[in-house]
């Protein structure tokens, strides 16, 4: 009965996934309009994604909208930006012949939903895997999105923990640029290239604190005639 119940569910999300990445993609053939106006409404991702990457990203986030599995498949997705980059490696390499196999094996052992394991089955069947990863960050912002959720990228020559990570949200918050009660998502991006300090993005603003910005300006001032 529990296998029975399985593959149901796996038949059901490969249909849901594959319809929603036709349509995405362009794979599939427009309905008539008689078929069209007693269909269910279709559920409409909070932001338009561009490109490839955008258009799995979108129809993963439509068909798991519709089964009620959003929670369940971004914990899958963020499963899958955690994994490490020889694992990341295998997803494009020409060495590997069968991604299918690759991909139906992780999903067994990472325990992934059956939408999630169809959406990386059909990126690897249409050679799109090498994109997987900038697919599942384009999921993330979708579910950030609909959430209402303000983006805060800090940049830091070194990984920040979670209280550092708090204390910089602190501020921001202090300095006006967030309301107290705003749902945030933050991201750490680690680039050792700034030396030190911090860059931070809230939004669409930027606050440059970091060493390298500062030397660029002190080195562009010696440069200026006194």
Do not use: C, W
């Amino acid at each position: 009965m529990n296998t029975s119940r399985t593959l149901l569910a796996k038949s059901a999300a490969k249909a849901s996934l594959r319809k929603g990445v036709k349509s995405s993609v362009g794979f599939g053939a427009s309905q008539p309009a008689a078929a069209a106006s007693s269909a269910p409404k279709e559920v409409v991702p909070p932001v338009q994604l561009y490109g490839i990457e955008g258009r799995y990203a979108s129809a993963l986030y439509t068909a798991a909208a519709k089964s009620s599995q959003l929670p369940r498949v971004e914990s899958d997705i963020a499963k899958i930006i955690k994994l490490p980059q020889s694992a990341i490696s295998l997803f494009s390499s020409p060495l590997v012949a069968d991604k299918p196999a690759v991909v139906a094996s992780m999903t067994q052992k990472m325990g992934l939903h059956a939408l999630t394991g169809r959406f990386l089955e059909l990126m690897a069947e249409n050679g799109r895997l090498g994109d997987v990863v900038k697919a599942a960050e384009g999921f993330q912002t979708l579910m950030s999105k609909s959430r209402g959720e303000i983006k805060i990228a800090i940049t830091s020559a070194t990984p920040l923990d979670n209280k550092q990570l708090e204390n910089v949200k602190a501020s921001i918050t202090k300095g006006g640029f967030i309301r107290p009660s705003a749902p945030v998502s933050l991201e750490n991006k680690v680039n050792p290239e700034i030396l030190g300090g911090l860059i931070v993005e809230v939004g669409e603003n930027t606050i440059d604190m970091s060493v390298s910005s500062k030397l660029a300006r002190v080195t562009q001032a010696l440069k200026e005639p006194v």
